[in-house]
């Protein structure tokens, strides 16, 4: 018995699969057990095409191959070329050793890349499973960002059986690539951003209060939602968002490239925090997850937009607050739990009733009381006590100008996370546990009395104290502040909704 190495999904991680072969006496065939799915099956005709059509004999034997552990369900097209070199060495005495073995087939023998290959090697990677990987050189691009990797390439099914006859392998070696990206280095690691502003906060005119929020909130990856009638800004504030996110990690940045696999994306592998945000009418399975991993979760380490906000079904958003609260999400399949990070930024925007002319000036709003309530009604206290900030927008006017730049508030948003990190912070402010907002939120005593004050007045809750201390913390930061003064407690009080 031969075998290779491989590797499949399960829930979010990859797992690893060993690749299993036997050649016995008796009716010849072809068969592959361990609950591989439908593209597995159909490997069969592949395989078998591409080793005649490349002068390898098919040998007249009962052929099985199993993919162990067989209790778990396997899928995708990564094991062609694994099964296919078992077949065609199966004569020779090689040691295989620790290789893992990734590629589609086509008809002729030639090796593809396909979606998950990228994701499988990524997981493996950093469970510390995998060393040395034979990939097709289409998958080089992606492959050769991942550090601490001995990366070796074919084009073909005969390259590949040349590689493990021959004793020289350096000669499909490939080498690792770096990011050629600005960069902060702090405590020895790496932090890149790209001062690149598809979308521009100097097109926004007016809304000064907002644009300082959408500051505060990138700085700390602090929650927001801003409030306002049509044509505002509110969108447009929030698309923008995503051009002035603090610096990634090279971890983020695979993390990142991860998750746009797993929406059948091309990854870029810039240092640019995605941006999903799903039309109101989405369900509640897309959303939060079910059988395929939900929009909460592929928007782990960047953001997470609903337009017209009270428009998604109460289900949904009473269902966001587990990840906005736990930064994880849990969902039961069956005989299995899988749980999946959710550490985004929840940005959204509302009108302030259903015609959205309450707040305006020239216009008339046409809704009753009851309709306004009805509205309002769709946001529960307990998902509003997860937002960091509650922007009201005002109206736009012929004054309104340009005051700042999306360059100009990507450099505070730096400033503010170098010191962050600086401070030996993991996460961001507004991922801050409870024991680390006691460490790193410290009041003097007459701050601490002015919170007590508002503590009184608007009935904070022990969440909404820990908000206010961490978007203190964060104007603080901005400020390039040591400790959280006066102005920075009542900025941060005057952000939360009344």
Do not use: W
Not at 66 to 88: M, R, T, V, W, Y
Not at 253 to 267: M, R, T
Not at 333 to 361: D, I, Q
Not at 456 to 478: C, E
């Amino acid at each position: 018995m031969k075998q290779l190495k491989c590797a499949s999904v399960d829930g979010f991680e990859a797992i690893c699969v060993d690749v299993e072969s036997t050649f016995t006496k008796g009716l010849p065939s072809f068969s592959i057990v361990g609950l591989g799915n439908t593209a597995i099956q159909e490997s069969k005709d592949r395989i078998k095409s591409a080793l005649l059509t490349n002068e390898f004999k098919f040998p007249p034997k009962k052929i099985t191959i199993n993919l162990s552990p067989s209790e778990i369900a396997k899928s995708g097209s990564q094991f062609d070329i694994s099964i296919a070199l078992l077949i065609a060495l199966q004569e020779q005495q090689i040691n295989f050793n620790d290789f893992y073995v990734f590629g589609e087939l086509g008809l002729d023998g030639t090796l593809k890349d396909t979606k998950s290959i990228f994701v499988l090697i990524l997981s493996l990677a950093r469970q510390g499973l995998i060393k040395n990987v034979l990939i097709p050189k289409e998958s080089v691009a992606k492959i050769s960002t991942i550090p601490s990797l001995n990366i070796y390439a074919v084009d073909n099914l005969s390259q590949a059986v040349d590689f493990f006859m021959n004793t020289d392998k350096e000669l499909f070696r490939v080498k690792n690539v770096d990011f050629k990206y600005n960069f902060l280095d702090i405590n020895e690691i790496k932090y890149y951003y790209v001062q690149n502003y598809k979308l521009d906060f100097k097109d926004v005119k007016g809304q000064t209060v907002a644009k300082r929020a959408a500051l505060i909130s990138a700085a700390g990856n602090h929650n927001i939602i801003f409030e306002g009638s049509p044509g505002c800004g509110k969108s447009m504030i929030s698309k923008r968002l995503q051009y002035i996110m603090s610096p990634m990690s090279l971890e983020e940045i695979l993390d990142k490239a991860k998750l746009d696999s797993l929406q059948v994306k091309e990854p870029d592998f810039t240092p640019i925090r995605s941006m999903i945000a799903p039309h109101h009418t989405s369900t509640k399975a897309s959303i939060i997850g079910g059988t395929k991993i939900g929009e909460v979760s592929l928007s782990n380490g960047g953001i997470l937009f609903f337009d017209e906000l009270p428009h998604f079904s109460k289900s949904i958003l009473e269902s966001m607050r587990e990840p906005l609260e736990d930064h994880t999400v849990l969902v039961s399949r069956v005989n299995t739990k899988v749980k999946y990070p959710t550490k985004f930024l929840f940005a959204s925007a509302m009108n302030p009733c259903p015609c959205g002319n309450l707040l305006a000036k020239s216009r008339e709003c046409r809704c009753s009381d009851i309709d306004i309530q009805r509205y309002k009604n769709r946001l529960s206290d307990p998902f509003l006590d997860r937002i960091d900030l509650y922007v009201v927008m005002n109206e736009v006017t012929k004054e309104d100008k340009a005051d700042v730049s999306s360059n100009e508030l990507h450099i505070k948003v730096n400033q503010a996370f170098l010191k962050q990190k600086k401070r030996g912070q993991k996460d961001l402010n507004g991922k801050l546990s409870d024991e680390e907002i006691k460490k790193y939120c410290i009041l003097t005593n007459e701050v601490q009395d002015i919170l007590d004050t508002a503590i009184d007045n608007f009935a904070l809750s022990f969440r909404a104290i820990n908000k206010v201390l961490k978007v203190a913390r964060t104007i603080a930061d901005i400020d390039n502040c040591k400790n959280i003064n006066k102005l920075h407690l009542l900025e941060s009080l005057s952000y939360r909704k009344r």
